[in-house]
């Protein structure tokens, strides 16, 4: 069976489940009173869940910055970007490509190698 990934944070992924999912995904179709029972069920179980995740700090699926390799910005950008609609993600890539620039400048004003040399005679 060909299973297809949602794009999910890494919290979400921790705190959530694919029945959750199915919650979320079918209250649009619900009447006004069931989409706010459910929206509501569905936001405290997940609160719960997360909750729970962070009071056992023994495990090893605490979600720590620290744990993570260094990364450059960019990258780091562009993965939260995947989560992103609309402004938000017109604000990263904004962001994005002002640091393309800087790179581009701080690059055009490196001194070549020859020029080093060049100084210290």
Do not use: W
Not at 18 to 28: C, E, V
Not at 85 to 114: E, F, I, T
């Amino acid at each position: 069976m060909n299973e297809e990934q949602i794009s999910q944070t890494l919290l979400d992924q921790m705190v959530s489940s694919d029945r959750g999912q199915m919650i979320k995904a079918a209250i649009p179709y619900l009447p006004p009173k069931g989409q706010q029972i459910f929206s509501v069920y569905e936001k405290a179980v997940e609160f719960i869940n997360t909750v729970s995740v962070f009071s056992k700090r023994s495990s090893g699926s605490d979600l720590c910055a620290m744990s993570m390799p260094p990364q450059n910005p960019v990258d780091i950008i562009n993965d939260i970007r995947s989560f992103c609609y609309g402004p938000s993600r017109d604000k990263l890539d904004q962001m994005v490509n002002m640091m393309a620039m800087v790179q581009m400048l701080q690059l055009m004003n490196q001194p070549a190698d020859g020029e080093k040399e060049d100084s210290h005679e």
